[in-house]
T-cell receptor, first 116, second 114 residues
């Protein structure tokens, strides 16, 4: 079974600084997707970034980028120039590429606080 | 974009009553919808996977007679909590996906059973 581990329950960052959130996963599959979702106080889950495992290039979305290390099964999220609106719970998630269900497996989350 | 709505956003009910929550994909046809439950400061727990026109697949430990899921069309899935009790109070979230693509989440429904 796939597992996703986020070892940092809480993180804080100063506004305008950079922060990195860690995520490791375990799978026997060779092809899969990895995601970072953000859940602000409104509790709406928002997709931050997506990475296909078959792509060697790290995904980027504006101030958000990932460091995907397939061999190490590591998928960290870097937030640059942190803004107050980045404060949220961040969930790392895994989804197999094939299979009928294609369910997401979530990590336990990292609560990010942005300090003014 | 891919927008998913949920209704209602908030519901308070008496113990023993049933509550229906709707999940709609507004601008795409969803081949699969998922229902999650989330307790405060915890991760999302998958309850069931719903494919249009077929029976839902429930996760281990989720009572299918308690949480009835219907996926009548490619844009609508419903979750009915039957004979709700205070321990069913939680935050319920649905998500929808086009075939082979990202899951998009609804805004969630807060259920409080008195």
């Amino acid at each position: 079974a796939q597992t996703v581990t986020q070892s940092q329950p809480e993180m804080s960052v100063q506004e305008a600084e950079t922060v990195t959130l860690s995520c490791t996963y375990d799978t026997s599959e060779s092809d899969y997707y990895l995601f970072w979702y953000k859940q602000p106080p409104s509790r709406q889950m928002i997709l931050v970034i997506r990475q296909e495992a078959y792509k060697q290039q790290n995904a980027t979305e504006n101030r958000f980028s990932v460091n995907f290390q397939k061999a190490a099964k590591s998928f960290s999220l870097k937030i640059s120039d942190s803004q107050l609106g980045d404060a949220a719970m961040y969930f790392c998630a895994y989804r197999p590429l094939s299979g009928s269900a294609r369910q997401l497996t979530f990590g336990s989350g990292t609560q990010l606080t942005v300090l003014p | 974009g891919a927008v998913v709505s949920q209704h209602p956003s908030w519901v308070i009910c008496k113990s023993g009553t049933s509550v229906k929550i709707e999940c709609r994909s507004l601008d795409f046809q969803a081949t699969t919808m998922f229902w999650y439950r989330q307790f405060p400061k915890q991760s999302l727990m998958l309850m069931a996977t719903s494919n249009e026109g077929s029976k839902a697949t429930y996760e281990q430990g989720v009572e299918k007679d308690k949480f009835l899921i219907n996926h009548a069309s490619l844009t609508l899935s419903t979750l009915t909590v039957t004979s709700a009790h205070p321990e069913d109070s939680s935050f319920y979230i649905c998500s929808a996906t086009k075939k082979g693509e990202t899951q998009y989440f609804g805004p969630g429904t807060r259920l409080l059973v008195l």
